[in-house]
């Protein structure tokens, strides 16, 4: 039978009113948890996965997208744990994140690299328990923590039964997936990934990362960090670009993505480019009915940081025009990582009040609903 979507998920609903007496909250949509060991999990792992992380000596599956001690992996202000790492304790992540009351709520990124166990069975456990670990240790200590639900996804079914198994917890709010994946996301095996989503109405967020079952790029393997972090732009175009052509957009039409960590600024010309391209392509993909500038302004966002010069004067309306939609951009600080501007520093580059509210507020109410209290605030 072909699947049909869900009523209320037919079409992307941006008329759910804000509740009366509230305002859209301010939502930090990019904030890592950092697992402290993998011991932390054993509460969580069923005796035989328990003795067998025990067997294999406990290896670590974090991933070194920020190698540990390089500028990038941490701020220099954050408070850390006794090992000296941040956002390993959950009073340590919120008391900074939160220190000076702009943000109402933190969407929890938890990138431990549970996706590169290479064990389907393993793989999926180790996620659930990681979940549970994000529900029990994180979500349940701090009101103003939301988080995504991580998946195993070298198993798109099981993927699927994992976003089912989390969808009946208001505060798991999306789903994650990692920018590298072994087959790109628009492909059919990976669609019940996106029939989960839609129908537990979760957008999805496609983080820079990687399962690593492959070279992290189309020619090879890169010899540096900094090689590996430029490439993820590529790989999230590539992400997109299947998305779009393999028509996932029309057979899921509920669907929210939010790219996060890439940046924004090559959005416009990678628009345009595939704009393009896809009018000399159309009998290739007769059900992509749009131009794929329409369909991505529809279904997708980008977090705002790194920022990548939209911080200088002026640049972020550029950008914005450039685009062609001001619904694009979703405010986060990716802490703890440490870019070269501050989360905040994008205000400068504009003087539209209107533009850093819908930023800030309207555009994750769109994806989220959150909204907090407006008693007691300035007008």
């Known amino acids: ?173 999306q789903v994650l997936l990692l920018g590298q994946s072994e087959l790109l996301y628009g492909r059919q095996v990976n669609w019940p990934i996106w029939e989960a989503a839609e129908r537990a109405g979760l957008p999805v967020a496609i983080h820079i990362g990687g399962v690593f079952r492959q070279a992290p790029t189309s020619v090879g393997w890169p010899a540096t960090h900094l090689e590996w972090y430029v490439g993820q732009q590529s790989n999230l175009e590539a992400q997109l670009s299947s998305i779009v052509s393999e028509g996932v957009l029309q057979k899921f039409p509920g669907t929210r993505i939010v790219v996060s960590e890439v940046g924004f600024n090559w959005l416009p010309p990678y628009l345009w480019k595939f704009d393009k391209l896809w009018k000399s392509y159309r009998p290739d993909i007769p059900w992509v009915d749009r131009a794929p500038s329409e369909l991505i302004r529809e279904h997708v966002k980008f977090t705002t940081s790194p920022s990548d010069g939209a911080e200088l004067a002026g640049n972020l309306d550029k950008t914005v025009e450039r685009m062609g939609s001001d619904e694009l951009l979703v405010y986060s600080s990716d802490y703890p990582h440490q870019h070269h501007t501050a989360p905040r520093a994008i205000e400068g580059g504009t003087r539209d009040a209107a533009l850093l509210d819908r930023i800030y507020r309207q555009n994750a109410w769109d994806l989220y609903q959150l909204s907090v209290p407006t008693a007691g605030e300035a007008a």
């Open 1 to 173: 039978m072909a699947y049909t979507p869900m009523a209320q998920n037919a079409v992307i609903d941006k008329t759910r009113t804000v509740p009366q007496g509230t305002r859209p909250a301010v939502v930090d949509c990019d904030v890592h948890p950092v697992l402290p060991s993998p011991d932390a999990l054993l509460p969580y792992l069923d005796e035989y996965w328990g003795d067998q992380l025990v067997a294999a000596l406990s290896p670590s599956y974090e991933p070194n997208y920020h190698p540990r001690g390089s500028a990038i992996a941490q701020r220099p202000d954050a408070a850390t744990g006794p090992d000296g790492r941040a956002a390993t304790r959950p009073q340590d992540l919120t008391g900074d994140v939160f220190a000076d009351g702009f943000a109402d709520f933190a969407i929890l990124n938890c990138l431990y690299g549970v996706q590169q166990i290479h064990q389907p069975r393993r793989e999926q456990a180790h996620t659930r328990a990681l979940n549970s670990w994000i529900a029990r240790e994180w979500l349940d200590l701090d009101p103003r923590l939301r988080a995504s639900i991580v998946v195993p996804q070298g198993t798109p079914e099981a993927a699927a039964a994992e976003i089912e198994h989390w969808a009946h917890d208001k505060r798991f709010v």
